[in-house]
């Protein structure tokens, strides 16, 4: 039984296997034009080793990933991709991991850098660490010099149209979903998180007024058990909260910083006991937020 538009979209329809593009027409929120791989061919992922960056070999989530043509990436069974490095993913790509278990797990997470109209679903991420960096393919023909990455589940850094939906995510490094560097038009839906401390970022500095253009939907998640904070925790832009289920966090929810605006609506909030964790407040350390403090956990985080 669908609960929530997004799922009524696709997932009652029994042809949705055989159809699986119609799901790019079922994005919601400031990531609603979002199509992904749409106008791509169909590319199946076979192998899931990563032991190759630099030249990563066609049949791997890596190969497809970094092709600069559309795509709509699926997975041929079951898998455990543990990534040797960050994995890059290129614009106009979807990662649909409908009718497979697949995990990106005990390695390096998915970033989508500078790139525009990306779709990722129904994966389950977890144990993501940081990488030292390297020589990492960048495109089907280009690899460059990467710096460290933190360990963040999905990093999304100067992006737009970026849909993330039907995740299941624990226990990653740093951030489980940062969207930072003026990235714009992105939805968070659908998805289950718990087991963390700094959940969601959404712009990574009180320096960087340029982050107002963000535009963040956060909807239909189920913040579960074990997350500390940061769910989300915002800056500068418009971050609409809705209908999310929030299970005892252990600092704080929804917090913000920078005079974003938050518009949260219809969420569910299941308190901690700790009565520190129940504050609804602004700071007094900085200029009035236009936050809508609508629910318990809202705070001025740090």
Request: net charge positive; aromatic share 6%.
């Amino acid at each position: 039984m669908a609960t929530n538009p997004i799922d009524r979209c696709w997932r009652c329809r029994q042809d949705w296997a055989t159809d699986r593009q119609r799901m790019a027409r079922c994005a919601k929120g400031f990531g609603r034009e979002t199509t992904g791989g749409l106008k791509g061919k169909i590319y199946i992922v076979t192998d899931a080793n990563d032991d190759d960056f630099t030249n990563p070999r066609p049949g791997t989530l890596r190969w497809g990933a970094v092709q600069t043509e559309p795509l709509w990436i699926i997975f041929a069974r079951d898998m455990v991709i543990n990534a040797s490095q960050e994995i890059i993913i290129q614009s106009d790509k979807t990662i649909d991991g409908r009718g497979a278990q697949v995990h990106v797990a005990n390695g390096g997470g998915l970033t989508i850098q500078h790139q525009n109209n990306v779709i990722i679903n129904n994966l389950h991420v977890h144990g993501i660490v940081h990488t030292d960096g390297g020589n990492v393919s960048m495109t089907a023909t280009h690899s460059t010099i990467r710096t460290r990455a933190d360990g963040d589940g999905v990093s999304i850094f100067n992006a737009t149209k970026v849909w993330v939906d039907h995740l299941s995510m624990d226990n990653c490094e740093d951030g489980m979903i940062d969207v930072v560097a003026m990235s714009t038009a992105v939805t968070v839906s659908n998805t289950h998180l718990a087991h963390h401390n700094d959940v969601m970022l959404f712009g990574a500095s009180d320096h960087k007024p340029e982050d107002k253009v963000m535009q963040v939907t956060v909807a239909f998640n189920h913040f579960g058990r074990g997350l500390v904070q940061r769910m989300p925790r915002c800056r500068y832009g418009f971050f609409h909260v809705v209908n999310n289920d929030y299970t005892n966090w252990l600092m704080y929810a929804i917090g913000g910083s920078s005079a974003p605006t938050i518009l949260s609506q219809g969420n569910r909030y299941r308190a901690p006991p700790n009565m520190a964790a129940k504050e609804v407040r602004p700071s007094a350390s900085t200029r009035p937020s236009r936050s809508g403090r609508t629910g318990c956990g809202y705070r001025k985080a740090t």
